[in-house]
């Protein structure tokens, strides 16, 4: 017997992949709503082969429904996911607005699973920021074995990340470039066509901007609150996939080869690894893959127990989607959901 879920923001990137990985691994789905705001409500999504009409938000019922995958946004989310979580269905949020609520776990499967015990607190479980999914699924295996102490982090970001008005205003730009049109910026700070803008999210009080306070603080949680991290995240001109450049100094020694094997033993992880031309995964290669893949790993001979290392993902699927169905997978086999009443 399967479930029932909603998935509210059914008409986005992040919504649309969900309900195509939800069919991809076989969840085990008796009834699916795709639920929007208003404006959406009637637009048609696909799910495995049926076709879905977008329910109003305000107006659905959400008491019977099992599960809820959330991807309208942290002002959505405020607004409504602890309302639903009260009428029933767990809520799996994959905005920012409840990552860092005490009551609410923040969750990587293949890194913190023992956290979702906590969730009926508030019935909500927070999927985390996009960059910070990829990267700690690489940084726990070697946490385990020696012990992180600091991590520096310089993140390229793809225009999904913000969204369909992030990957349109790329498109738009290039051809406009090309055709000498108009490439004003609209949706960026700064023109992204040809271009690197090292600024995402709002700017806080100390210079840093907030998506680089979130992966400080969401690796702490999720990983280890002793680990001192810093990032700079940069916004780069690629449709799909997240790129992280990662340096990271251990308390004890680990050598790059330990470090491989490791990684390669890892749940959720790709080693692709070889010093030759090509030997390394860029977001090209990634895009539409499930892993997290791993290049370029090497020591860092300026600290004593010091490893570099490449990072990418695709930012839709581990980095949003995949990681919501990961968490309703998780739900699942732990037997922690109670069907809504018939």
């Known amino acids: 017997m399967g479930y029932r879920l909603a998935v509210v923001g059914a008409t986005g990137n992040v919504g649309r992949e969900m309900m195509a990985i939800l069919e991809e691994v076989n969840f085990p789905v008796d009834e699916i709503f795709a639920v929007a705001s208003r404006k959406s409500m009637g637009m048609e999504v696909s799910f495995a082969d049926r076709t879905l009409k977008c329910?109003?938000?305000?107006?659905?019922?959400?008491?019977?429904?099992?599960?809820?995958?959330?991807?309208?946004?942290?002002?959505?989310?405020?607004?409504?996911?602890?309302?639903?979580?009260?009428?029933?269905?767990?809520?799996?949020?994959n905005s920012s607005a409840w990552r860092m609520h005490p009551d609410v776990p923040l969750i990587v499967p293949e890194v913190n699973p023992d956290a979702i015990e906590g969730f009926?607190?508030?019935?909500?479980?927070?999927?985390?920021?996009?960059?910070?999914?990829?990267?700690?699924?690489?940084?726990?295996?070697?946490?385990?074995?020696?012990?992180?102490?600091r991590v520096v982090v310089s993140t390229y970001q793809s225009v999904s990340g913000a969204g369909k008005a992030g990957m349109d205003e790329l498109w738009d730009q290039t051809k406009a470039i090309y055709g000498l049109g108009d490439a004003t910026p609209k949706k960026f700070t700064k023109q992204i066509a040809f271009n690197a803008i090292p600024h995402i999210d709002v700017f806080l009080p100390d210079g840093s901007t907030k998506e680089e306070w979130k992966m400080a603080a969401e690796t702490k949680k999720i990983l280890d609150p002793k680990i001192e991290l810093t990032a700079t995240c940069v916004r780069v001109p690629v449709f799909v996939g997240h790129?992280?450049?990662v340096n990271i100094e251990f308390h004890s020694p680990i050598t790059e080869d330990e470090a491989r094997e490791i990684l390669r033993e890892s749940p959720g992880i790709v080693v692709v690894d070889k010093r030759e031309d090509g030997g390394y995964i860029t977001p090209v290669d990634c895009a539409g893959e499930f892993p997290v893949y791993i290049s370029r790993i090497r020591k860092d001979p300026t600290v004593e127990h010091g490893l570099n290392l490449w990072c990418v993902s695709d930012n839709l699927r581990k980095g949003a989607a995949l990681n919501a169905v990961q968490i309703a997978q998780l739900l699942d086999e732990r037997g922690l959901l109670e069907r809504a009443s018939a």
Not at 72 to 78: F, I, L, M, R, Y
């Open 55 to 93: 329910k109003d938000l305000e107006q659905f019922d959400f008491s019977k429904i099992d599960i809820v995958l959330m991807s309208a946004g942290g002002d959505v989310s405020k607004a409504w996911s602890e309302k639903i979580g009260k009428a029933g269905p767990v809520v799996i949020d």
């Open 120 to 149: 009926r607190k508030k019935n909500i479980i927070a999927n985390p920021n996009c960059s910070t999914a990829q990267l700690v699924v690489a940084l726990a295996p070697l946490h385990e074995e020696a012990r992180i102490k």
């Open 243 to 245: 790129s992280e450049a």
